[in-house]
């Protein structure tokens, strides 16, 4: 008589984790993988759209807020401490963006574009480093892009405020090694989203047209950089910190 094979435990059994940016692109496919994966997820957003998780992947909790709001990210914690009894996992994905010259960019521009990509992170950062130290370790990940580490044109706000997050995670994992927390950034390409469409009425061409910038050939889609994130979030990565991990198809190669 043989004995069938136990099922492998689910991915990220057991495990909670609070995604920002949730309701579309790379943060929706983000929620999808750890949702399918076992975890348990708060999804946060300003976009009343993200409600519409909580029926697409029962189970999921949601909440609304702007990420550079303190208060917010306090709330986005303590939801996840509530709902779940702790937090495992944050994904800084949050972002916006800005295509500017700099004699254009306004102190309004910079400080729009700083305070989600950089203040955001920061403080979810804070807030989750500060549950994970008690709970005895975690992961914290970040949606970056290679404009952390080349020049952009019309891009200085959201230039900085990447390399901005790059240096915030290497901080992170330096305090956060000896609590075994974790943090590591995934560098992304151009990915194809949403992101530019409140910014360019000819945005999805405007993105297909740096296809040939990649090495590769073509922009990223969402689902390949949620899966990088979702990998340096898993025990899969357990050696794995500080680091700024390209998701560029070889842009930066180049």
Not at 28 to 56: F, I, M, N, P, Y
Not at 204 to 231: N, Q, T
Request: glycine share 12%; hydrophobic share 45%.
């Amino acid at each position: 008589m043989t004995t069938a094979s136990p099922l492998p435990a689910p991915e990220f059994g057991g495990l909670t984790a609070l995604v920002t940016g949730a309701a579309r692109g790379i943060g929706k496919e983000t929620v999808a993988l750890l949702h399918a994966r076992g975890a348990r997820v708060v999804a946060l957003d300003r976009r009343a759209d993200v409600d519409a998780l909580r029926e697409e992947f029962p189970g999921v909790v949601t909440v609304r807020g702007d990420v550079a709001a303190e208060e917010t990210a306090v709330r986005g914690v303590r939801t996840a401490l509530d709902a779940f009894g702790g937090l495992d996992i944050l994904v800084n994905n949050a972002g916006r963006t800005l295509n500017k010259p700099v004699t254009r960019t306004t102190a309004e521009d910079w400080d729009a574009v700083l305070s989600v990509n950089a203040r955001g992170a920061f403080l979810f950062a804070r807030e989750a480093f500060r549950v994970m130290a008690e709970r005895g370790g975690g992961s914290i990940v970040a949606t970056g892009s290679y404009a952390a580490t080349v020049g952009l044109p019309e891009g200085a706000a959201y230039s900085a405020s990447k390399g901005a997050l790059a240096q915030l995670t290497k901080v992170l994992a330096l305090e956060g090694g000896p609590l075994n927390i974790r943090a590591n950034l995934v560098a992304a390409g151009v990915v194809e989203t949403d992101f530019l469409d409140t910014f360019r009425p000819d945005s999805r061409a405007y993105l297909a047209s740096f296809g040939g910038a990649h090495p590769l050939g073509r922009v990223a889609r969402p689902g390949e950089i949620a899966e990088v994130l979702c990998f340096l979030a898993s025990p899969r990565s357990a050696f794995v910190t500080g680091a700024v991990v390209a998701a560029d198809g070889g842009f930066t190669a180049a």
